[in-house]
């Protein structure tokens, strides 16, 4: 089964408005990874938390990885017409295996 | 170089066809990675290869059959594909088989069966 959820499937705001994206998961994770797809391209890499309570910024995005690293969230301040596309967070699975989640599917009203 | 070049970007085929879906990086990645990405899902992984060597196959169907010739190419072979494999293939890569770094993906190729 899945191993990392993600929510909400559909977020649509307007520009210059605030997004988050969560992702739960059932057992600890040793890292979190985010990546985002623009409409009709490829996963981008954009971060990896590995800490406890780690919180990273870039730009206007900021990620958490939760204390008990099962829970992670990605924020972004003032959402721009750039940021349309699909966020995924991506967890491991075993050694080898990166699994991700459903994806938030944000779209932007300018 | 910092990109992981996948060929064709589109690809039509017929159920009887043979084709193969071709991904190059020279970044000196140590694992590639098959993952199938179906319209409005995440990409779903299919195959690992951790220096040169397959390591994990997601019980992929035998109609899809990897191939690593040397460290910089990855090749997936196709062979009487149906209609419900139509997706976008993206090829990964990552410094490491482990899953700690981040992956770089292929713009992937769209494939049409018909």
């Known amino acids: 089964g899945q191993q990392v959820m993600q929510i909400p499937q559909y977020q649509h705001v307007q520009e210059g408005e605030d997004f988050t994206t969560y992702c739960n998961s059932s057992?600890?994770?040793?890292?979190i990874q985010w990546y985002k797809q623009r409409p009709g391209g490829h996963p981008v890499f954009l971060i990896q938390?590995?800490?406890?309570?780690e919180v990273k910024k870039q730009k206007r995005l900021t990620f958490q990885f939760g204390e008990a690293k099962k829970n992670s969230s990605l924020h972004i301040t003032a959402t721009q017409t750039t940021d349309v596309g699909t966020y995924f967070c991506?967890?491991?699975?075993?050694?080898?295996?990166?699994?991700f989640g459903q994806g938030t599917k944000l779209t932007i009203n300018p | 170089d910092t990109e992981v070049t996948q060929t064709p970007k589109h690809l039509v085929m017929g159920m009887t066809n043979k084709k193969s879906l071709k991904c190059e990086q020279h970044?000196?990645?140590?694992?590639m990675y098959w993952y199938k990405q179906k319209a409005k899902k995440p990409p779903e992984l299919m195959f690992v290869?951790?220096?040169?060597?397959?390591?994990i196959n997601e019980s992929v169907p035998s109609r899809f059959s990897p191939e690593c010739p040397n460290s910089s190419l990855l090749n997936l072979h196709l062979h009487a594909l149906q209609p419900e494999d139509s997706a976008l293939y993206l090829c990964a890569s990552s410094q490491a088989w482990d899953s700690n770094y981040g992956y770089t993906f292929g713009s992937g190729t769209r494939l049409t069966v018909v």
């Open positions: 057992t600890t994770l040793s890292n």
């Open positions: 290869y951790s220096y040169e060597k397959l390591s």
């Open positions: 970044m000196g990645h140590r694992a």
């Open positions: 991506a967890g491991p699975k075993g050694a080898q295996k990166l699994v």
């Open positions: 938390l590995v800490k406890s309570g």
